[in-house]
Nanobody
Framework: QVQLVESGGGLVQAGGSLRLSCAAS????????MGWFRQAPGKQRELVAD????????NYARFVEGRFTISRDNAKNTLNLQMNSLKPEDTAVYYC???????????????WGQGTQVTVSS
Protein backbone atom coordinates (compact mmCIF):
# COMPACT_ATOMS: atom_id res chain seq x y z
CA GLN A 1 0.00 0.00 0.00
CA VAL A 2 1.01 3.58 -0.68
CA GLN A 3 -0.25 6.62 1.20
CA LEU A 4 -0.31 10.05 -0.42
CA VAL A 5 -0.90 13.35 1.36
CA GLU A 6 -1.21 16.59 -0.59
CA SER A 7 -0.52 20.10 0.69
CA GLY A 8 -0.11 23.61 -0.67
CA GLY A 9 -3.52 24.42 -2.07
CA GLY A 10 -5.27 27.71 -1.40
CA LEU A 11 -6.70 30.89 -2.84
CA VAL A 12 -4.69 32.97 -5.28
CA GLN A 13 -5.42 35.76 -7.73
CA ALA A 14 -5.23 35.21 -11.45
CA GLY A 15 -1.63 35.43 -12.63
CA GLY A 16 -0.31 34.22 -9.29
CA SER A 17 1.54 31.06 -8.34
CA LEU A 18 1.08 28.09 -6.02
CA ARG A 19 3.22 25.06 -5.26
CA LEU A 20 1.56 21.77 -4.43
CA SER A 21 3.40 18.98 -2.67
CA CYS A 22 2.56 15.33 -2.17
CA ALA A 23 4.24 13.23 0.49
CA ALA A 24 4.39 9.52 -0.32
CA SER A 25 4.85 6.74 2.22
CA UNK A 26 4.45 2.99 2.41
CA UNK A 27 5.48 0.64 -0.41
CA UNK A 28 6.95 3.41 -2.54
CA UNK A 29 9.57 1.06 -4.03
CA UNK A 30 6.78 -0.35 -6.21
CA UNK A 31 5.85 3.00 -7.74
CA UNK A 32 6.75 3.55 -11.40
CA UNK A 33 4.84 6.75 -12.08
CA MET A 34 3.33 9.65 -10.17
CA GLY A 35 1.08 12.42 -11.28
CA TRP A 36 -1.40 15.19 -10.60
CA PHE A 37 -5.04 15.16 -11.64
CA ARG A 38 -7.69 17.79 -11.06
CA GLN A 39 -11.45 17.85 -10.87
CA ALA A 40 -13.58 20.95 -11.13
CA PRO A 41 -17.24 20.97 -10.00
CA GLY A 42 -19.43 19.18 -12.50
CA LYS A 43 -16.50 18.00 -14.57
CA GLN A 44 -14.57 14.76 -14.92
CA ARG A 45 -11.22 14.25 -13.29
CA GLU A 46 -8.46 15.10 -15.76
CA LEU A 47 -4.72 14.55 -15.95
CA VAL A 48 -2.62 17.65 -15.34
CA ALA A 49 0.88 16.17 -15.45
CA ASP A 50 2.68 12.94 -14.68
CA UNK A 51 6.24 11.75 -14.36
CA UNK A 52 8.14 8.50 -14.76
CA UNK A 53 9.87 7.92 -11.43
CA UNK A 54 12.84 6.14 -13.02
CA UNK A 55 13.85 8.35 -15.92
CA UNK A 56 12.17 11.57 -14.80
CA UNK A 57 10.33 12.02 -18.08
CA UNK A 58 7.34 14.29 -17.61
CA ASN A 59 4.12 14.63 -19.54
CA TYR A 60 1.79 17.65 -19.42
CA ALA A 61 -1.75 18.37 -20.45
CA ARG A 62 -1.88 21.00 -23.17
CA PHE A 63 -3.80 23.43 -20.99
CA VAL A 64 -0.88 23.68 -18.49
CA GLU A 65 2.13 23.44 -20.79
CA GLY A 66 4.55 26.27 -20.13
CA ARG A 67 2.81 27.24 -16.87
CA PHE A 68 3.09 24.17 -14.61
CA THR A 69 6.14 22.09 -13.73
CA ILE A 70 6.05 18.66 -12.14
CA SER A 71 9.05 17.39 -10.20
CA ARG A 72 9.96 14.60 -7.82
CA ASP A 73 12.32 14.68 -4.88
CA ASN A 74 13.38 11.06 -4.51
CA ALA A 75 15.30 11.70 -1.30
CA LYS A 76 12.21 13.13 0.39
CA ASN A 77 9.66 10.91 -1.39
CA THR A 78 7.68 13.93 -2.46
CA LEU A 79 6.03 14.99 -5.68
CA ASN A 80 5.68 18.70 -6.46
CA LEU A 81 3.64 20.77 -8.87
CA GLN A 82 4.76 24.36 -9.42
CA MET A 83 1.85 26.30 -10.87
CA ASN A 84 2.53 29.71 -12.41
CA SER A 85 0.36 32.15 -14.35
CA LEU A 86 -2.74 30.66 -12.78
CA LYS A 87 -6.11 31.23 -14.43
CA PRO A 88 -9.63 31.08 -12.96
CA GLU A 89 -10.23 27.95 -15.04
CA ASP A 90 -7.47 26.21 -13.06
CA THR A 91 -9.80 26.21 -10.06
CA ALA A 92 -10.31 22.61 -8.98
CA VAL A 93 -9.47 19.99 -6.42
CA TYR A 94 -6.00 18.68 -7.24
CA TYR A 95 -5.19 15.04 -6.55
CA CYS A 96 -1.83 13.36 -6.26
CA UNK A 97 -1.64 9.85 -7.66
CA UNK A 98 0.88 7.04 -7.83
CA UNK A 99 0.91 3.86 -9.87
CA UNK A 100 2.80 0.62 -10.28
CA UNK A 101 2.15 1.00 -14.00
CA UNK A 102 3.44 3.35 -16.67
CA UNK A 103 1.37 4.94 -19.37
CA UNK A 104 -2.11 4.44 -17.96
CA UNK A 105 -4.06 5.70 -14.95
CA UNK A 106 -6.92 3.92 -13.28
CA UNK A 107 -8.95 5.50 -10.50
CA UNK A 108 -9.82 2.10 -9.09
CA UNK A 109 -6.37 0.54 -9.38
CA UNK A 110 -3.91 3.27 -8.51
CA UNK A 111 -3.20 5.17 -5.29
CA TRP A 112 -4.79 8.57 -4.67
CA GLY A 113 -4.49 11.34 -2.13
CA GLN A 114 -7.45 13.08 -0.55
CA GLY A 115 -7.07 16.16 -2.73
CA THR A 116 -6.29 19.82 -2.11
CA GLN A 117 -8.42 22.76 -3.22
CA VAL A 118 -6.97 25.37 -5.54
CA THR A 119 -9.07 28.46 -6.14
CA VAL A 120 -8.03 31.16 -8.59
CA SER A 121 -9.94 34.42 -8.41
CA SER A 122 -10.34 36.74 -11.37
Amino acid sequence: QVQLVESGGGLVQAGGSLRLSCAASGSIFSINAMGWFRQAPGKQRELVADINTYNGRANYARFVEGRFTISRDNAKNTLNLQMNSLKPEDTAVYYCTASNYIGTWDQGRDYWGQGTQVTVSS
